[in-house]
Every structure is written in structure tokens, then in C-alpha cells.
């Protein structure tokens, strides 16, 4: 017998004046539509916070935690690096997620792709990062890549690599 997977409990915290962005429903929706996609089991109650920034608080995070002192588009703070949080009768956080939304919007526009895909893309690739997935060579990347793509796709959106590649 298949069970629906269980539901991400998400968080959204909006931290910046940048917008448009979009709504909490669609953070929400992405996330669990990528740990689904992952495969990999879940708690009961798995938590996961979306935190939408600003470029001097990426910026921040990005030198503290990558010692790279430039804002970037997406950062993953999984809570269990070496493994998914298995089935489990209590409650788990499984990390948290930190977008900036003007880098978001800039490299949108530098990629002429709409906004939203790029939101979208973004948290379903940070996600994948919180579900243990990583891209340090070409096989992790090439399979994490393969199932953004499905994911994104499930939405109506286009493959985020096509004019990369």
C-alpha cells in the first residue's frame, strides 16, 4: 500500500523590501513538491523555514558560512547534514532555507526568465540540498539536475539549464 507522503510544515519569513514576490502558498507548494520528488523518507511532522533576504544579509550568511563575500541566490542550512530525517513519531526540523530575492530577480532577468520560474528553481534546488542531494561532481549534479527539472516541469516550468548547457 503507497501513502501520500507526509506534508512539510513551511515557514516563509519575508526579511527584505524587494518585490514582487511570491506568495507564502507557492514557497510552500515547492518545497514539498521537491522533497517528495527526493524520495527519501520523512517525520511525521518535518519542518523547514524559507527565509526570503536581502543582498546585505545573504551577503552575510554567504561570507560567514562559504567565505564568499558576495550576496548569492540561494543558501541551505540543512539541520541533519548526513541524513534525512527518517519516519518518526515526533517532530523534525529539516533546515532552512535563505533566497535572496534581489539576486533572484537580477540573474532572472540576466537569464530572461520569468521571475516566479526563478523562485521556484531556486527553492526546489535548496530543498533538494536540505534532502541531502548535492552538485560536488558531475554525477551528483547531473542527477540533482535531472529531477529539478522534473519538478520544475510539474509546475509548467521550463528546464532551468536549456540555455546553460
Given at each position: 500500500m ?5 506534508s512539510?510544515a513551511?515557514e516563509v519569513q519575508?526579511a527584505?523590501?524587494s ?8 514557497f510552500c507548494?515547492?518545497?514539498n513538491s521537491a522533497l ?9 511532522a518535518?519542518?523547514?523555514t ?6 546585505a544579509?545573504?551577503q552575510?550568511l ?7 563575500a ?7 542550512f540543512?539541520v541533519q547534514?548526513d541524513?534525512?530525517?527518517a ?5 523534525a526540523?529539516?533546515g532552512?532555507l ?7 530577480a537580477?540573474?532572472?532577468?540576466d ?6 520560474a526563478h523562485?521556484?528553481h531556486m527553492t526546489i ?7 541531502g542531494?548535492?552538485h560536488?561532481n558531475d554525477e551528483?549534479a ?9 519538478i520544475?516541469a510539474?509546475?509548467g516550468?521550463p528546464?532551468?539549464?536549456?540555455q546553460e548547457?
Open positions: 503507497n501513502a501520500e507522503p507526509a512539510v513551511v519575508v527584505t523590501e518585490r514582487p514576490l511570491p506568495v507564502a502558498e507557492d507548494r515547492w518545497v517528495r520528488g527526493a524520495g527519501k523518507p520523512l517525520a511525521t518535518t519542518n523547514v524559507v527565509r526570503i533576504v536581502d543582498e544579509e545573504s552575510a554567504n561570507t560567514s558560512f562559504r567565505d564568499v558576495k550576496p548569492t541566490n540561494v543558501l541551505a540543512p547534514a541524513s534525512f530525517p519516519h518518526a513519531e515526533h517532530e526540523e529539516l532552512d535563505v533566497i535572496c530575492a534581489a539576486v533572484v537580477r540573474e532572472a532577468a537569464q530572461a526568465k520569468p521571475v516566479e523562485f521556484a534546488h535548496g530543498s533538494l540540498h536540505l534532502a542531494y548535492d560536488l551528483q547531473a542527477e540533482m539536475e535531472s529531477l529539478e527539472k522534473q520544475l510539474g509546475f516550468f528546464d532551468p539549464y536549456q548547457h
